[in-house]
Nanobody
Framework: QVQLVESGGGSVQAGGSLRLSCSASGFTVGRYCWGWFRRTPGKEREGVAL????????KYANSVKGRFTISQDNTKNTLSLQMNRLNPEDTAMYYC????????????????????WGQGTQVTVSS
């Protein structure tokens, strides 16, 4: 059973930075898609960034490209999201999620693809 625990959220002023971390347990040998999603009240959950755990390939939502960086530390089973130049539109609950990646299938920023979720960590950006 995969378990995910996020940390690192908080409040910051526009233009500032935060770093989120996700600690994972229960990953068995194999390929996974591992990513960050966010949700604001009244909106659908949206994908922010993901990484292929085997290849290290990353994908980003257009809204965060050039500002956010996703990275993984396989030795510690930790996923991080470095968020720079934050703006109020980035205010949301951020979730870490994982899914086993099927052979020859890619990873996508579609929350419906992910069965494993953390409890979330709040990020608030003030103007």
């Amino acid at each position: 059973q995969v378990q995910l625990v996020e940390s690192g959220g908080g409040s910051v002023q526009a233009g500032g930075s935060l770093r989120l971390s996700c600690s994972a347990s229960g990953f068995t040998v194999g390929r996974y898609c591992w990513g960050w999603f966010r949700r604001t009240p009244g909106k659908e959950r949206e994908g922010v960034a993901l990484v292929y755990t085997d290849a290290g390939t990353t994908k980003y939502a257009n809204s965060v490209k050039g500002r956010f960086t996703i990275s993984q530390d396989n030795t510690k089973n930790t996923l991080s999201l470095q968020m720079n130049r934050l703006n109020p539109e980035d205010t949301a609950m951020y979730y870490c999620a994982a899914a086993r990646r099927l052979y020859l299938r890619g990873c996508f920023l579609d929350p419906n693809d992910y069965p494993y979720w953390g409890q979330g960590t709040q990020v608030t950006v003030s103007s």
